[in-house]
Structure formats: structure tokens, C-alpha cells
């Protein structure tokens, strides 16, 4: 089994562990790269007063009207097999979700709604990734759409975001283009971006899909983070340059902009010739998502902006604290990211961002993402959520300061 670097932090069994066992699992899974993201997640986990913002999510549960309208639905006996494809409802909802907020006509046929955005990826890249095909993924990126890729037997070929103090994140589109060859079948980016925040301008956004028409490749954009920019409504998307039969496929979730993180529920947008492929590749993995939950995704799209708004603001205020806090520490360099809850940043003297996470969960019980985790250009680098309360982020800053000056 795939072994990390950081040897120190317990890792899941492997096969030598158990010396009197057989066992035969797929060549693939044996060779997967390690996720050391998760691991030391899994890590901080041990401790029992560990404050954790390392994950995803912030401190809000799923507000109240879309909690009722899936239990609503539930009562009322929606509890039977749904469409592979999603449930009419939302499909229609998440068509009129892109006509009000990006005045876009997505057809029912080209959406399929899925048991989270990392099902949605799944699916995009079973359906046209053989084995030894390429794809190229700007990184940083969640590790979790690495690993898809390797699943599906294809190879990673990272281009990483360039950072710079004047501008910050910035995608050089002539390295990501030289990095294509007559193996790559894909190209996957996510924008706004996870980790960093950088949101991927309307005009480069034009210029790749224009690149991937004339090469017959595709894309996958995960625009799973659309809805928390800070200066706009929304982010600029791969399907508002699009046409309707491109190689395109488009990853969302309910979990980020709704605080739907354990619902697991998602879409993906696609051209229509792909409907019966993506639902019969479902078909054999889960069939789609519970109907009820789905209709807790019709009602939070019908009904929240205003939620989004108040998120936004949490966030927005949540940053100003994070920037201050960091710029009096005199150790922390960031820029302001453009979008999502996310601080991505370097300490000076603190090379080893796997040594520095380790050390926070040990001495002060915090446990961060190190940014190793996201992609071969950011070791030096650490991720922050800062979706939590008021509260909970001084406490975490607190925390940092205290071992920082240790």
C-alpha cells in the first residue's frame, strides 16, 4: 500500500501487516499515491480536545427550511428508488438555478444529479478515461480528484499555479498547453480554486476551451466554489463560453454554498450525448443519491441566496480577522485570496509543511492541511478553513501564535 513521506503518522493497514492473509486487491489500488492530507487528519483525530480546521466546512448546520423540505419529503413516503439521472424536480431546479444566476439554458438531459461533487467527478472520468490515457490538472488541487484520476488508470500531469508577491496566483496558459500531448485526454481545473482561492479569468477561461475544441480533449472544471467569491455573485464559468455538445463536463455541490457537507449531494453538467453513459455507469455504482435528500436540494437552490449572502459575510469577516491576526504575526506571508474560506499561506523558517502540521496537532491541538497535500508546487505551504465561527478562529490563531513562537 502506498506509504508517506512522514513515516510517523499512523497509516492504514497494509498487506505486511498481515503476514498469514492472501488477500488479492487491484494492482491500482496498491499504487495509489499517498493522501497526506487525510492522513494527518486522521492523525489530529487521536486527540480528544483537537480543534480542527482542516477540512471543508464551516461551523453553520444546513439551515432549517432545507432540513424540513427533505424531511417533509420524507413523511410524505419520498422514500422509494428515484431516477438514476436525479429526481425531475431537481434536475428542472438546477436548469433554472443557471438561467437565474448565469441566464444560461442547460436542458434537463445535459444534468445529472449525483451523491456528492466527488461522485460527479467519478462519473465524469469513467466515462472517457482508458487505461495509460494522460490528464492534466492545474495544481494545487484537492488531492481527492488526484486520486480519481488514478482510479480511473490514467496519469497525472500537474501544472502547477505560479505565486508571486506582486500578483499573487496566476495561471501561465502556455505551460498548461505545452503540457498537453497526444496522450492527454483531459484537462481538470477547479475555479475558483481549492486551495489557494484564484479565480480563473472569463477571457483564459475562453482561450482553454477554445485550445480543447481545436485538439478534440476534454475538460473538467470543478466549479464546486462558484458562489464564494467576495467581490461578485459569482465566479466566471466554463459553460457560459461553451457550446451545448463541447467536451465539457461541469462538477457542483450543495455542500459548500448550502452547508450541505454530509448531505453528499451534487450535479454534473455534460453534453447530451452523454446522459445514458453517465447513467449507466451510476447504474452500477449507487444509483443516484435518497430522493428526500434531493428534494432538500430543490428547495435550497428555489430559496437560498439569502443564506449564501450570510455565509459570505461570515466569511468575508472571518478573513479580515485571518489577515490581521497574520500580518501582526510577522512569520506568515499570504495574499488575499479572491474566493473561497480558505488561507492558504507559508511561515517563514518552516520548510517542512508535513514537520509544522505534525507540530501544531502535538503541541497545541490544531490541526491544519499541509500543503504538500495538494499537489507537487506548494511543500512549503499550509491550509487554513476559516468557515468556523468568530469564536473558534480567534481560539485557532491563538494557537498558531503560540507555537509559531515556540
Known amino acids: 500500500m502506498p506509504r508517506s513521506t512522514f513515516?510517523?503518522?499512523?497509516?492504514?493497514?497494509?498487506?505486511?501487516?498481515?503476514?498469514?492473509?492472501?488477500?488479492?486487491?487491484?494492482?491500482?489500488?496498491?499504487?495509489?499515491?499517498p493522501n497526506q492530507g487525510a492522513e494527518m487528519l486522521w492523525y489530529g483525530r487521536k486527540r480528544?480536545?483537537?480543534?480542527?480546521?482542516?477540512?471543508?466546512?464551516?461551523?453553520?448546520?444546513t439551515p432549517d427550511f432545507i432540513t424540513h423540505a427533505a424531511l417533509k419529503s420524507a413523511e410524505q413516503g419520498r422514500t422509494f428508488y428515484a431516477p438514476v439521472q436525479g429526481v425531475p424536480e431537481l434536475r428542472q431546479e438546477i436548469s433554472n438555478y443557471y438561467s437565474r444566476i448565469m441566464n444560461l439554458n442547460i436542458p434537463t438531459n445535459r444534468i445529472f444529479v449525483t451523491g456528492s461533487g466527488t461522485t460527479a467527478m467519478h462519473l465524469a472520468l469513467t466515462s472517457i478515461l482508458d487505461e495509460g490515457d494522460e490528464?492534466?490538472?492545474?495544481?494545487?488541487?484537492?488531492?481527492?480528484?488526484?486520486?480519481?484520476?488514478?482510479?480511473?488508470?490514467?496519469?497525472?500531469?500537474?501544472?502547477?499555479?505560479?505565486?508571486?508577491?506582486?500578483?499573487?496566483?496566476?495561471?501561465?496558459?502556455?505551460?498548461?498547453?505545452?503540457?498537453?500531448?497526444?496522450?492527454?485526454?483531459?484537462?481538470?481545473?477547479?475555479?475558483?480554486?481549492?486551495?489557494?482561492?484564484?479565480?480563473?479569468?472569463?477571457?483564459?477561461?475562453?482561450?482553454?476551451?477554445?485550445f480543447a475544441r481545436e485538439r478534440g480533449i476534454w475538460i473538467i472544471?470543478?466549479?464546486?466554489?462558484?458562489?464564494?467569491?467576495?467581490?461578485?455573485?459569482?465566479?466566471?464559468?466554463?459553460?457560459?463560453?461553451?457550446?451545448?455538445?463541447?467536451?465539457?463536463?461541469?462538477?457542483?455541490?450543495?455542500?459548500?454554498?448550502?452547508?450541505?457537507?454530509?448531505?453528499r449531494l451534487g450535479w454534473l453538467v455534460g453534453p447530451s450525448a452523454a446522459e445514458t453513459v453517465i447513467r449507466d455507469i451510476a447504474l452500477y455504482d449507487?444509483?443516484?443519491?435518497?430522493?428526500?435528500?434531493?428534494?432538500?436540494?430543490?428547495?435550497?437552490?428555489?430559496?437560498?441566496?439569502?443564506?449564501?449572502?450570510?455565509?459570505?459575510?461570515?466569511?468575508?469577516?472571518?478573513?479580515?480577522?485571518?489577515?490581521?491576526?497574520?500580518?501582526?504575526?510577522?512569520?506568515?506571508?499570504?495574499?488575499?485570496?479572491?474566493?473561497?474560506?480558505?488561507?492558504?499561506?507559508?511561515?517563514?523558517?518552516?520548510p517542512n509543511c508535513l514537520t509544522l502540521t505534525k507540530r501544531l496537532i502535538d503541541e497545541q491541538a490544531l490541526?491544519?492541511?499541509?500543503?504538500?497535500?495538494?499537489?507537487?508546487c506548494c511543500s512549503g505551504w499550509i491550509r487554513m478553513c476559516f468557515a468556523a465561527s468568530e469564536s473558534k478562529m480567534t481560539d485557532a490563531l491563538d494557537r498558531l501564535d503560540r507555537a509559531l513562537r515556540a
Not at 7 to 28: G, N, S
Not at 367 to 376: M, R, T
Open 7 to 33: 513515516e510517523t503518522i499512523p497509516m492504514k493497514h497494509t498487506l505486511e501487516a498481515h503476514p498469514m492473509t492472501d488477500f488479492q486487491f487491484r494492482t491500482v489500488i496498491q499504487k495509489l499515491s
Open 286 to 350: 449507487n444509483m443516484g443519491p435518497p430522493t428526500f435528500t434531493q428534494l432538500g436540494g430543490v428547495e435550497a437552490l428555489r430559496n437560498g441566496e439569502d443564506f449564501i449572502e450570510s455565509q459570505r459575510q461570515i466569511w468575508a469577516a472571518n478573513l479580515d480577522l485571518v489577515m490581521d491576526r497574520f500580518q501582526k504575526n510577522g512569520r506568515i506571508r499570504m495574499i488575499r485570496p479572491e474566493a473561497t474560506f480558505y488561507a492558504f499561506f507559508q511561515v517563514d523558517g518552516e
Open 221 to 263: 472544471a470543478d466549479e464546486v466554489y462558484h458562489r464564494t467569491v467576495f467581490d461578485q455573485t459569482r465566479s466566471p464559468s466554463f459553460l457560459e463560453v461553451a457550446e451545448p455538445e463541447d467536451k465539457l463536463y461541469v462538477i457542483n455541490s450543495f455542500s459548500k454554498s448550502y452547508a450541505m457537507t454530509g448531505w
Open 135 to 210: 490528464v492534466v490538472a492545474v495544481t494545487p488541487i484537492w488531492k481527492n480528484l488526484l486520486g480519481a484520476v488514478e482510479l480511473a488508470q490514467a496519469k497525472v500531469v500537474q501544472v502547477g499555479l505560479q505565486h508571486t508577491e506582486d500578483r499573487g496566483w496566476t495561471l501561465d496558459l502556455d505551460q498548461l498547453f505545452s503540457a498537453v500531448t497526444h496522450k492527454t485526454k483531459a484537462m481538470l481545473i477547479v475555479t475558483p480554486s481549492n486551495p489557494t482561492g484564484w479565480v480563473m479569468k472569463r477571457e483564459d477561461i475562453k482561450s482553454v476551451m477554445d
Open 48 to 61: 480528544p480536545d483537537i480543534l480542527s480546521l482542516a477540512q471543508g466546512e464551516g461551523s453553520l448546520a
Open 367 to 376: 490541526s491544519l492541511a499541509p500543503g504538500c497535500a495538494f499537489g507537487k
